[in-house]
C-alpha cells in the first residue's frame, strides 16, 4: 500500500473524486551520492499536481474502444493524427471527427500503437468512443529532500501511478504547492490510514521535472528552513523519520529500521517499525500522505519512507538516498 493521499479527475468528463490508493519521464539533473554532498531534509507535506502527456485509457465499456483493440493503460497522444493534450481536448477533437473511423495514436508498454476507431453518437448526440481516461492526479505526499547547492528536490519516494490502472503515469508537467494537514485518519488493521489536507492552488513552491518509481523532482522555489545533512547508508538500528502529521508542525519520530534490502527494485529497500508512542497515538504508524517523510540516521539522511503494511500500520517499507538519487540523475 502505498503512502500518498489522492485525487483524480476521469471519463471524458467524470470529475474529480477522492482516491484513496496512491496519492501519484524526463529527468532532473541531480548529483551522484557523493561524498560530502549536503541535503535538507524536509519532512513537510506538500501539495501535488501532476499532468500527464496523453491521456491514459483506465476503463474500457463495451464499444468502439474495446472493438478497435484500445485496452487499459494505454496512453492516447494523437487523435487523427493531433495531438492529444487534455481529455477535454480530446474530447472536443472527437466532435469535430464525427462518425468516421479515425487512427488512435497510444503508448503501450513503451511501444508506439496504432488502431483505428469509429466513434458512436450517445442519446445526447455527443460521439463517444467508450472509454474513461485520465490526465491528471493531484494529492498531498511528503518533500524528502531539498539541495542548497542547484535548488533540486525529491519527494514520495515512489512513482505517481494511476490508480485504475496502477502503471506510472506518463509525465508532461506539474508543481508542488503549500500544504497544511488540517485531520487525520487513523491507520487500523487492515485499513490505511491517511493524512487530509489544504493545499494552496495559488501558489507554486516548485516545478515538477520527472515521475520515476523512485521519487517525483524537480526544482524549487525557496529553500526550506531547515538544517542541511550529509547523505548516509542505512543499517540495521535505531533511527528517525521527520514528517509533517499535524497543522503545519513538522516533527521528528523514533522508528527501528529492522531490515535493508539493498537489491530491492520497487521502494523496499528498508523494512522499519514505528516506535514512537506521540506518532502511533496519532496516526497508528504511517499513513498515506507520509510517504517520502526523510529518514535519518546518526545524524545522515539515509532514506525515505515509502509503503505501509495493511495488516500492520505500524510497519513499513523505505527506499533508500542513494536509489532516489540515482534515479533523479537518470
Same mark, same amino acid.
Given at each position: ?30 548529483? +551522484?551520492? =557523493? !561524498? %560530502?554532498?549536503?541535503?535538507?531534509? &524536509?519532512?513537510?507535506?506538500? $501539495?501535488? /499536481? ?14 468502439? +474502444?474495446? =472493438? !478497435? %483493440?484500445?485496452?487499459?493503460?494505454? &496512453?492516447?497522444?494523437?487523435? $487523427?493524427? /493531433? ?248
Amino acid at each position: 500500500m502505498y503512502g500518498l493521499a489522492q485525487r483524480a479527475k476521469g471519463l471524458l468528463r467524470c470529475g474529480a473524486a477522492v482516491l484513496l490508493a496512491l496519492l501519484l519521464c524526463g529527468g532532473v539533473p541531480v548529483r +551522484a551520492a =557523493e !561524498s %560530502g554532498r549536503l541535503l535538507v531534509p &524536509v519532512g513537510h507535506t506538500v $501539495g501535488i /499536481k501532476l499532468f500527464s502527456r496523453g491521456i491514459v485509457v483506465v476503463k474500457l465499456s463495451d464499444g468502439p +474502444a474495446r =472493438e !478497435s %483493440g484500445l485496452q487499459t493503460g494505454d &496512453v492516447i497522444v494523437k487523435l $487523427g493524427g /493531433k495531438a492529444v493534450t487534455s481529455t477535454e481536448q480530446f474530447q472536443t477533437l472527437l466532435q469535430e471527427n464525427g462518425e468516421s473511423t479515425a487512427d488512435l495514436q497510444v503508448k503501450r508498454s513503451g511501444d508506439s500503437v496504432t488502431v483505428s476507431v469509429a466513434p458512436s453518437r450517445n442519446d445526447e448526440g455527443v460521439c463517444c468512443i467508450g472509454a474513461w481516461v485520465r490526465d491528471s492526479m493531484a494529492g498531498i505526499g511528503t518533500l524528502t529532500y531539498y539541495d542548497p547547492a542547484d535548488g533540486t528536490f525529491g519527494a514520495l519516494g515512489h512513482g505517481i501511478t494511476d490508480v485504475d490502472t496502477a502503471l506510472l503515469m506518463p509525465f508532461s508537467n506539474g508543481s508542488i504547492l503549500p500544504s497544511t494537514v488540517k485531520a487525520v485518519k487513523k491507520g487500523e488493521a487492515g485499513a490505511a490510514g491517511e493524512l487530509r489536507g489544504d493545499f494552496d492552488l495559488t501558489r507554486n513552491l516548485g516545478t515538477l521535472s520527472a515521475n520515476t518509481t523512485s521519487g517525483i523532482f524537480g526544482v524549487m522555489e525557496a529553500p526550506p528552513d531547515a538544517e542541511a545533512l550529509p547523505i548516509g547508508t542505512a543499517v540495521t538500528g535505531h533511527a528517525v523519520i521527520r514528517s509533517n502529521v499535524q497543522g503545519d508542525q513538522v516533527g521528528e519520530y523514533a522508528v527501528e529500521i529492522l531490515k535493508v534490502l539493498p537489491n530491492a527494485a520497487d521502494g523496499r529497500d528498508l523494512v522499519l517499525s514505528v516506535t514512537d508512542d506521540r506518532l502511533l497515538e496519532t496516526t497508528g504508524g504511517i499513513v498515506q500522505g507520509m510517504s517520502g517523510s526523510p529518514i535519518i540516521q546518526n545524524g545522515k539522511l539515509v532514506g525515505a519512507v515509502t509503503h505501509v503494511l495493511l495488516n500492520a500500520p505500524n510497519k513499513g517499507y523505505g527506499i533508500l538516498i542513494e536509489n532516489m538519487l540515482k534515479a533523479a540523475e537518470s
